[in-house]
T-cell receptor, first 110, second 112 residues
Framework: DAMVIQNPRYQVTQFGKPVTLSCSQTLNHNVMYWYQQKSSQAPKLLFHYYDKDFNNEADTPDNFQSRRPNTSFCFLDIRSPGLGDAAMYLC?????????FGQGTRLTVV | DAKTTQPTSMDCAEGRAANLPCNHSTISGNEYVYWYRQIHSQGPQYIIHGLKNNETNEMASLIITEDRKSSTLILPHATLRDTAVYYCIVRVGGNAGNMLTFGGGTRLMVKP
């Protein structure tokens, strides 16, 4: 059974129209991450939560925000998507043993 | 986190062992070596990790040199489904909040 679930798998949004990507986990892990992966590149960390503590990477654009209402759910909000934000967005959770990824949401901006 | 260096790409014949090298010469004593792979359009999949001893599981074996400056991931009998990008990552152990920072990875192509 999937332990880190991302919905939807594919999302199309219009240029400038806010979009929200969702992630849920059944592992009860304290830490959740959002990564951005552009075509043919390695995943790049955007931010992470340790419980409710939010940690933003220094080079994450202000256009990207996140919410974590409880342990199980985490959301990625893109306030005004541009063409350059088209990518695979990966959610992950972490324990001391390792990091576990969802299947990703592929975002297309038209 | 320490950086890792991997070959950009490798080929392997189906049924043969695939040996993927990784250099991590600046690894610290509390950093583990993790391997993940990513099949096209899917999320990264955990393969194996280790600190200093060699490790084996149902997917692969991990050989870490005695000085811990390099390691090799071994897929003993590669299949076409093992075609993927393989990431070698070092991560500080013991704390769930420690980051996983990806490098370039090795694109493994398994050929019939």
């Amino acid at each position: 059974d999937a332990m880190v679930i991302q919905n939807p798998r594919y999302q199309v949004t219009q240029f400038g129209k806010p979009v929200t990507l969702s992630c849920s986990q059944t592992l009860n892990h304290n830490v959740m991450y959002w990564y951005q992966q552009k075509s043919s590149q390695a995943p790049k960390l955007l931010f992470h939560y340790y419980d409710k503590d939010f940690n933003n990477e220094a080079d994450t654009p202000d256009n990207f925000q996140s919410r974590r209402p409880n342990t199980s759910f985490c959301f990625l909000d893109i306030r005004s998507p541009g063409l350059g934000d088209a990518a695979m967005y990966l959610c992950a959770t972490s324990s001391y043993r390792g990091v576990f990824f969802g299947q990703g949401t592929r975002l297309t901006v038209v | 986190d320490a950086k890792t260096t991997q070959p950009t790409s490798m080929d392997c014949a189906e049924g043969r062992a695939a040996n993927l090298p990784c250099n991590h010469s600046t690894i610290s004593g509390n950093e583990y070596v993790y391997w993940y792979r990513q099949i096209h359009s899917q999320g990264p999949q955990y393969i194996i990790h280790g600190l200093k001893n060699n490790e084996t599981n149902e997917m692969a074996s991990l050989i870490i040199t005695e000085d811990r400056k390099s390691s090799t991931l071994i897929l003993p009998h590669a299949t076409l489904r093992d075609t993927a990008v393989y990431y070698c990552i070092v991560r500080v152990g013991g704390n769930a909040g420690n980051m996983l920072t990806f490098g370039g990875g090795t694109r493994l192509m398994v050929k019939p």
